[in-house]
């Protein structure tokens, strides 16, 4: 049953992606309006939720798409956040990103 298998290990990375994403945005909102210093103290924790968060989206990455639209998703998440802003012309990447919802309706 290895389709099963890769679904699972798909469903189970992007659920650490999302949660590890939650983490750094609970910092952020809490941080937010706050004064330098405030913000100061929360960095450590909000750097080792980024930490998790990026390592997070490394094992999504890596993980099988079982189907179309989680290598959508797949593709939605590499160009958010593990591709440079710059490193690839913002119309190229709304091409191929708009190609997978496009792809998706069929």
Sequence with gaps: ?????????????????????????????????????????????????????DEALAGTLAAPAPNLPAFAAKLELLFAHAVEPGAVEDEYAEAVLADSRRLLLR
């Design 1 to 53: 049953m290895p389709d099963q298998v890769r679904h699972d290990e798909w469903e189970l990375a992007l659920a650490a992606f999302r949660e590890a994403q939650a983490a750094v945005q609970a910092v952020e909102a809490a941080t937010a309006g706050r004064s330098a210093a405030e913000e100061e103290a929360w960095l450590p924790r909000h750097d080792a939720a980024c930490v998790a968060m």
